[in-house]
């Protein structure tokens, strides 16, 4: 099973871990590239900022569009089809809305 991190102190514990790791190994490029940024944002902000990349949660972009066309009063976007999901993006990217 896949942990999932709600606590920034204990995803941040973990990815010092890693980043020390990266260094003994001799990849410090990589322990002070983008895993720094990203623990520099967690201690920042903490977990609320991340970025997600839907391509990669499509349950959960699913339900913002159903939520978008709810309160547009459009229907449930989840039981359309995927020439009228496309069509409906399509013409909001395009609009000024």
Partial sequence: EIPIYTDSKEMLTLLKILHRSLHECGDGLIAD???QDLMRRIKCFGMHLLTLDVRQESGR???A???ICAHLDLGKFSSWGEEKKIKFCVQEIQSSR
Wanted: hydrophobic share 45%; proline share 0%.
């Fill in 65 to 67: 569009m159903d939520e």
């Fill in 33 to 35: 590239g983008r895993l």
């Fill in 61 to 63: 972009h699913l339900m």
